[in-house]
């Protein structure tokens, strides 16, 4: 089982600054497989970015998705108030399709 | 519109059986790969299990697997769920979700979810 590790666990910034969160994984996964979602309380996951890098439909180019092999970044460069909400990344590429425990993303 | 909706949730003793399902719809459902993904009350998102588009694979994670079982009718357009055996741990917010293949870049990602059903498993 590929485990990932988020990390920070809670992320205290401010509207207007630099967000970056990180996922390891316990093993190597193909880009192709690796995404990251956004849940705010009470309401489902959203993707955000898919294959590494690519961004899902309506998701603005402040936030980005970079990285491969075991380490992967998601980046948001301007923090908008709608952004404050709990990451989650996910691999696809072997069973079980695991996601990382979550970095929660907390207005400072 | 592009749409999930779940049903099928409820309150069950610990030993019973449920089965969820997920209606479907604004979309060709038998091209998709479909998924159950869980969240206990206060925890993070936990993949359950994986049905491919024809319903021929399915994948189940470790702490479910010989007690769930995923299913499909693509005639229906419906995602199911069978559930037995649950426990306490089981407890939890149930989702299901849509894999979508981007064939320019040949990535996955699951970019629809329904809104989710409630699971509770106590005496």
């Known amino acids: 089982e590929i485990v990932l590790t988020q990390s920070p666990g809670t992320l205290s910034l401010s509207p207007g600054e630099r967000a970056t969160l990180s996922c390891r994984a316990s093993?190597?996964?193909?880009?192709?497989?690796l995404a990251w979602y956004q849940q705010k309380p009470g309401q489902a996951p959203r993707l955000l970015i898919f294959?590494?890098?690519s961004r899902a439909t309506g998701i603005p180019d402040r936030i980005s998705g970079s990285g491969s092999g075991t380490d992967f970044t998601l980046t948001v460069s301007r923090l908008e108030p709608e952004d404050f909400a709990v990451y989650y990344c996910q691999q696809y590429g072997s069973s079980p399709f695991t996601f990382g425990q979550g970095t929660k993303l907390e207005i400072k | 519109e592009v749409q999930l909706v779940e049903s099928g949730g409820g309150l069950v003793q610990p030993g019973g059986s449920l089965r969820l399902s997920c209606a479907a719809s604004g979309f060709t459902f038998s091209s998709y790969e479909m998924n159950w993904v869980r969240q206990a009350p206060g925890r993070g998102l936990e993949w359950v299990s994986y049905?491919?588009?024809?319903?021929?694979?399915?994948y189940h994670a470790d702490s479910v697997k010989g007690r769930f079982t995923i299913s499909r009718d693509n005639a229906k357009s419906s995602l199911h769920l069978q559930m037995n055996s649950l426990r306490a741990e089981d407890t939890a917010f149930y989702y299901c979700a849509r894999a979508t293949y981007y064939h320019d870049t040949g990535a996955y990602g699951m970019d629809v979810w329904g809104q989710g059903t409630t699971v509770t498993v106590s005496s």
């Open positions: 294959g590494a890098s």
């Open positions: 049905i491919d588009s024809s319903g021929s694979t399915m």
């Open positions: 093993q190597s996964v193909s880009s192709n497989y």
